[in-house]
């Protein structure tokens, strides 16, 4: 590419950009439209109240060769000074009691509607989209964006819309009462305003260079303090505040290289416009004395020569904020434009009835940017009312295949039914409450840990918490007050880090009890003893008993102690991302396959029963 289309590509990029930031902030105003769109019209008028002031003073003056003849004040005089007054207290009426307020509203509504809205696009994306960027990063970009949304609409309303305005009204009223002073005194606007438009094209690059690493700072922070235990424990905090510290001294080696460089566009336009000025009102003077001009017109254009170009001045530098800001919003906008790649059909049903019966029927999936899928024509049924037990080594899809059925991804290739039925055509949100699943790694919240337990439903009555609470081997456990001092209701910190590894899984367990208590029909349990000892684990093999006893439900179980799952009515042993055996614990120790081969590397008989 020559160097002459990098540059027309550059521009038209700079148009574009411009044009896009626009489009998107105008869309992303919302029902806001109405409010903010009232308190600019208003604005528009209360800067014709603005230009109709020195108007009046151009009037006055020209009265006053008159007046200095006749010496005497004319009622046409005392009528134009009176209306200065009016002008002014009329604008401050509608600026303050009309604009302000609609404008006010609007952008407190959405300063607070933004960050909800991106909250609700985020909980919709994928586990799939989650995975490729840490969460650091996507709360950098969020907030930021949210920020520079809202630092643009208050730039554009009372630093760029105003003096546009008053420029667009003063040239017309420069031109109407002397076009040749007028058209002077605009002449300059274009090669100030071409000089800030080469500014964004020369300084664009470097800003989303800036706006980029500031998100891997934020990143690498919010890492840090999130794994400062880990952090702390290798004695890695200088190499965490070295990483931040390089990317910060980029950021501040090329913010200081950017600002000092502005200047020299700030200082070409800057003497434009000032020279400009002078000429204009040299010739001014020069016009009245040839009788070609009035005084009052020279009155008009000294009066708002220093405010268009200190107008011009403001727009530019705005303007210079407005696009660097609009980064920051196009990146979040990007994050907004992503497309929901799960998400309930229109055509999709509730069924009115539910039986529990599940077929993967030849299903393959392949994670996004790998080569190799984890399932490949897999088939497996599970019948209702069934205990189900998923084994296999690490990497073998047995986690992947409860993400597929719960559609936090969806398959590449074949279906999964339920009850005949697809589940990609049923209702998202009553697939997912079908299941109650306690995972390895269970998710704290930073609240009570009353509230973590009830958060399947936050109306479960305080017989289903104490219930939950027994099933989960937790009750016991918060007769020690030193621990738990407010008991139920202590605050477990984020991510639970006030509680032990164990006491987290058994928090997943009561949880998930819960959502069995009100509604969900199938327990899943991901190595959901993985962080339990023998004690504990023998009573939550009780609890799984007596909730299919009493529940009637379904049980997916995918663990690595295999004397959780001996008990199961059917195992599939899952290998190279197909079934490889199946049947119950005694047939296939019978069988003397894979699964008997990891019978015999754990002892079973060994382990307590």
Known sequence: MSDWEMKLEKKDRNIQFLLRSLRTLW??????????????????????????????????????????????????????????????VVALVLKHFVAEISFL????????????????????????????????????????????????????YWGILPQVFFLLINVTVAIIIDWKLGLLFMLPFIPAMYIHYRMFNRFADDWEAWEKKKEESGGLLCQSIINVSTVQNFGQEKRELQQNLKIREFMQDLDINICEKMQLYFFGSGLILHLFYFITIALGFTFVFMGISSIGTIVYLIATGNITIFCIGDIMHTYTRVMRKSISVSRMKELMDTEIDIETCP???????????????????????????????????????????????????????????????????????????????????????????????????????????????????????????????????????????????????ERGI???????????????????????????LDEATSNLDSEAEKAIQKMIG?????????????????????????????NNGNVAESGDHSRLVQENGLYAHLVELQKLGDLRE
């Open 27 to 88: 869309e992303l105003l919302g029902d806001q439209k109405k409010a903010i769109g009232k308190a600019v019209f208003v604005l528009f008028f209360i800067e014709i109240l603005s230009v109709s002031f020195p108007f009046l003073l151009k009037l006055i003056f020209d009265q006053l060769p008159e007046i200095i003849i006749q010496k005497q004040v004319s009622t046409y005089l005392v009528v134009l000074i009176g209306c200065l007054l009016v002008v002014k």
């Open 105 to 156: 509203r609007g952008l407190i509504k959405l300063e607070n509607g933004w960050p909800v809205v991106v909250q609700e696009k985020l909980l919709s994306l994928s586990i799939g989209f989650h995975e490729t960027e840490n969460t650091g990063k996507k709360i950098s970009k969020i907030e930021k964006g949210c920020d520079k949304l809202v630092q643009i609409v208050i730039d554009m």
């Open 546 to 574: 007596k909730v299919r006893e009493k529940l009637n439900i379904s049980i997916i179980a995918i663990a690595h102690r295999l004397s959780t799952i001996q008990k199961a009515d059917m195992i599939y042993v899952i």
């Open 498 to 524: 006030r509680l032990s590894g164990g006491e987290r899984q058994r928090v997943g367990i009561a949880r998930a009890y819960i959502a069995l208590l009100n509604g969900a029909r199938v327990l899943i």
């Open 347 to 493: 055509e999709a049903i509730v069924p009115n009835s539910y039986a529990g019966e599940f077929e993967f029927d030849e299903v393959s999936f392949t994670y996004s940017g790998k080569d190799r899928p984890v399932l490949k024509d897999f088939s497996m049924m599970i019948h209702p009312h069934q205990m189900v037990a998923l084994v296999g080594k690490s990497g073998e899809g047995k986690t992947t295949m409860i993400r597929l059925i719960s559609r936090m991804y969806d398959i590449d290739e074949g279906s999964i039914k339920l009850d005949g039925r697809d589940i990609r055509d049923l209702d998202l949100e009553y697939l997912r409450k079908i299941f109650a699943i306690v995972q390895q790694d269970v998710d704290i919240f930073d609240t009570t840990l009353l509230e973590n337990i009830r958060y399947p439903d936050a109306e479960a009555s305080e017989e289903q918490v104490i219930e939950a609470l027994k099933a989960s081997h937790l009750y016991e456990a918060l007769q020690n007050l030193d621990r738990f001092p407010d008991g139920i209701k202590t605050q477990v910190g």
